[in-house]
């Protein structure tokens, strides 16, 4: 562990790379405090600018614009009422009164030191469980890898336990697409539409770029459209004031048993920052003396948000870097520049190439530091940001996704997909189905199909012989249960509807 910490900060201390974080902290800061930007879609926006540099850099690059961008979306929660991320959507309850009452100063005062506390917390406790996961990882063979794949395609529809069928079928219509293409054994084209177009020649970035960016943008801009709200302006100019140490020693318990439980949600693939803070705060209801008086404006709420939400993020980078699972839209989209940049993710990628848990430690740790200052500066042009109409920000916004796009190949090819695949995901999402299903399905499944058949082949081409590995039919059975538990509590609660509405 210590030689994983020692190389992070090394790398932290390279001026250039020091560098390269700090642009990555002032984007996210920026990208998330932009009403309608989620964390995906700041992460996306950031792709074209790592284009360059080497791959451990670039994910830590990436890395440290999805930290700031979750810090990012308290600061409009608080000044605003309206979460820039949806993750901070329960910062809201606490923040905002905070602000009407005290000053909206108090209020981002606590949010930034518990963003930058959970932050933190989140980033040494991903160095240890990395490390003894990757280490059981290394001992599994591909049978196993392939169940721990069904695994994180399954634990999404158990979690989107209101819409399970569409958010399941997400996930298959994914592992459909990537089976297109050619085959990557035996060569031969798969769902083929002619004989020079395959989906594998399709790049991933572009297609993530349309589903994350472009997809929210017009789902954003009809929003808007509907609601017909102009931007809010501040009757006065803040400043963040920071809490004193008593203020904060009152929170302390607060803080780690938020952090914690960010962390823990964060490893569930496809939970994510904000299943992290709405159960976070509903916990700390639960815990409080005085449970009545949260949700209006007591510091508890506000850290119990905030350092939930921000250490997801580092909880979501642990089943990326030990098992090759992305644990959110973000990790995904990280996982696919390391895969574009030829880099082989997986359990033996910590033990081959270390450096990669150093750079996204370093970053997360760097970025929880100097984010709280970066925050604390600009909070006031964020009074000019808000006022921008989204008819404005929306096309600045498609502008930069499909310049990142293009920037891949310079293709405007890649630029038609980004469209197709914005519209697709548009669509998709309007008709109620899941577009992080899907790309998850997408990303784990060519991987999980690897596994399987080389675990096929090895096991004497015998299918009964892989799925009766112990290790194997115990995830499997268990990933089986949760499905059928899920299905089961789904039509329980449709049932209990229509009772009451028959009523």
């Given at each position: 562990m210590f030689s994983i910490?020692?190389?992070?900060?090394?790398?932290?201390?390279?001026?250039?790379?020091?560098?390269?974080?700090?642009?990555?902290?002032?984007?996210?800061?920026?990208?998330?405090?932009?009403?309608?930007?989620?964390?995906?879609?700041?992460?996306?926006?950031?792709?074209?600018?790592?284009?360059?540099?080497?791959?451990?850099?670039?994910?830590?690059?990436?890395?440290?614009?999805?930290?700031?961008?979750?810090?990012?979306?308290?600061?409009?929660a608080i000044l605003y009422r309206v979460p820039g991320t949806p993750s901070s959507a329960p910062t809201i309850l606490d923040g905002y009164p905070m602000a009407q009452r005290e000053g909206a100063g108090k209020a981002l005062g606590f949010s930034l030191i518990a963003s930058s506390a959970g932050g933190m917390i989140g980033a040494l406790a991903m160095v240890l469980i990395c490390l003894q996961l990757s280490a059981v990882a290394r001992r599994l063979g591909y049978a196993e890898l392939f169940a721990i794949g069904v695994?994180?395609?399954?634990l999404l529809p158990c979690l989107d336990r209101g819409n399970i069928v569409k958010t399941m079928i997400s996930v298959l219509l994914g592992l459909l697409l990537a089976c297109m293409g050619m085959d990557p054994f035996l060569k031969t084209p798969r769902f083929a539409w002619s004989e020079s177009v395959f989906f594998s020649e399709i790049e991933m970035i572009p297609v993530m770029i349309g589903l994350f960016v472009a997809a929210e943008v017009l789902k954003q801009t009809e929003k808007q459209r509907k609601s017909g709200k102009a931007g809010k302006s501040m009757e006065k100019r803040t400043k963040t004031v920071f809490p004193g140490a008593e203020e904060l020693w009152e929170t302390r318990l607060t803080m780690l048993r938020s952090s914690l439980v960010g962390l823990a949600v964060g490893i569930l693939p496809g939970a994510g920052a904000t299943i992290a803070s709405f159960l976070s705060y509903a916990i700390e209801k639960r815990m409080s003396r005085h449970p009545e008086q949260m949700g209006t404006g007591l510091p508890a709420g506000i850290v119990a948000s905030e350092a939930a939400n921000n250490a997801a993020t580092a909880g979501s980078m642990v089943p990326l870097l030990s098992f090759g699972i992305p644990g959110g839209n973000a990790a995904a989209i990280m996982m696919t520049i390391l895969l574009v940049k030829g880099v082989q993710v997986g359990p033996t990628l910590l033990e081959v190439r270390p450096e990669y848990l150093s750079s996204v430690f370093s970053a997360m740790f760097l970025t929880n530091i100097v984010m709280v200052i970066v925050a604390a500066v600009m909070v006031r042009g964020f009074e000019k940001l808000f006022q921008m109409p989204y008819s404005v920000l929306g096309p600045v916004i498609l502008v930069l996704a499909a310049a990142g796009a293009y920037g891949l190949n310079q293709s405007m090819r890649d630029v038609l997909l980004?469209?197709?695949?914005?519209?697709?995901?548009?669509?998709?999402?309007?008709?109620?189905?899941?577009?992080?299903?899907?790309?998850?399905?997408?990303?784990?499944?060519?991987?999980?199909?690897?596994?399987?058949?080389?675990?096929?082949?090895?096991?004497?081409?015998?299918?009964?012989?892989?799925?009766?590995?112990?290790?194997?039919?115990?995830?499997?059975?268990?990933?089986?249960?949760?499905?059928?538990?899920?299905?089961?509590?789904?039509?329980?609660?449709?049932?209990?509807?229509?009772?009451?509405?028959?009523?």
């Open positions: 910490l020692y190389t992070g900060f090394h790398m932290i201390l390279t001026p250039s790379v020091f560098l390269l974080i700090t642009a990555g902290t002032v984007l996210g800061v920026i990208f998330g405090a932009m009403p309608g930007v989620s964390a995906s879609m700041a992460v996306a926006l950031a792709l074209p600018f790592a284009y360059g540099m080497a791959p451990e850099t670039a994910v830590g690059f990436l890395a440290a614009v999805y930290s700031a961008s979750i810090t990012g979306g308290g600061i409009t695994l994180g395609l399954c980004m469209a197709g695949a914005g519209i697709f995901g548009y669509l998709f999402i309007r008709l109620g189905y899941n577009s992080a299903a899907l790309v998850l399905g997408l990303v784990l499944g060519q991987e999980s199909e690897k596994n399987l058949r080389l675990a096929y082949v090895l096991n004497g081409q015998s299918l009964a012989s892989v799925f009766s590995k112990p290790v194997t039919a115990v995830i499997l059975a268990g990933s089986a249960g949760m499905l059928a538990y899920s299905f089961w509590k789904g039509a329980a609660a449709k049932k209990a509807k229509e009772d009451v509405l028959t009523k």
